[in-house]
Every structure is written in structure tokens, then in C-alpha cells.
């Protein structure tokens, strides 16, 4: 991962290139970490608003991500009783997140993909 070279003061923002180092291709998946967790977190809300589920359990498990004018985060959730949901956030420049799609239903082992 690069700092974000753009002086916009936003200290947690950074660049992530694909494994090809293609600009707007998404990464492999790779296993979702605390700063990931941090992310779903504070969407959530947008989360029970849009699907009316009220998960019984909240983990990111993993997650891809895509450059875009900011980053698109895929993150594979378990939302409890062995389902999971797949999260589209979008992140801009400035570190500010929204949910932008969502897919419920998904099994353990269904792959991240483009959605």
C-alpha cells in the first residue's frame, strides 16, 4: 500500500493497486483485518436500513478492493447462522464511506466478485 499522494488531509486514506498494478481492476480477496472491521462498522446502520436484517453477528471475513476516484471495498460479512452478505463501500478521498450495494444470502465459500 502507497500513502495517498493527494494533499487533501485525509491521514487514513491510501491507494491500493491490483496484483497486476492495473488502476480500477479489483484485487484478490484476502483476509479482512481490524481497520476493515473498523469500516463495515460504521455501515451498518445503511446495512439494516436497506435489507431490514438485523444480523445476529457482524465479522468481516474478507475482503478485494477496486482504485476507483477512491477505493471500492468487497467485504465478505458473516451476519450469523452460517449466512453471509457481500458489501460494496465506497470510500472517498477525504476517508468518508457509504454502502453502495449490498448482496444477501451468500454462502461461506461463494467468491468476492465485482458487483
Excluded at 491510501?14 to 479482512?32: C, H, I
Excluded at 446502520?45 to 477496486?66: D, F, I, M, S
Excluded at 465506497?90 to 454502502?99: A, C, D, F, I, P
Amino acid at each position: 500500500q502507497l500513502a495517498c499522494p493527494l494533499d487533501l488531509g485525509c491521514h487514513s486514506h491510501r491507494l491500493v493497486l491490483n496484483m497486476s498494478g492495473r488502476p480500477g481492476g479489483t484485487t484478490q480477496a484476502r483476509p479482512a483485518d481490524e481497520r476493515i472491521q473498523a469500516i463495515i462498522d460504521r455501515v451498518r446502520p445503511a446495512y439494516l436500513e436497506r435489507t431490514g436484517h438485523n444480523p445476529t453477528a457482524w465479522e468481516a471475513k474478507e475482503v478485494a478492493t477496486q482504485v476507483v476516484a477512491g477505493i471500492n471495498y468487497f467485504v465478505k460479512v458473516h451476519v450469523g447462522e452460517g449466512r453471509h452478505a457481500h458489501l460494496r463501500i465506497y470510500e472517498n478521498l477525504r476517508g468518508e464511506t457509504s454502502l453502495t450495494n449490498v448482496q444477501t444470502n451468500k454462502g461461506a465459500e461463494e467468491p468476492l466478485t465485482y458487483f
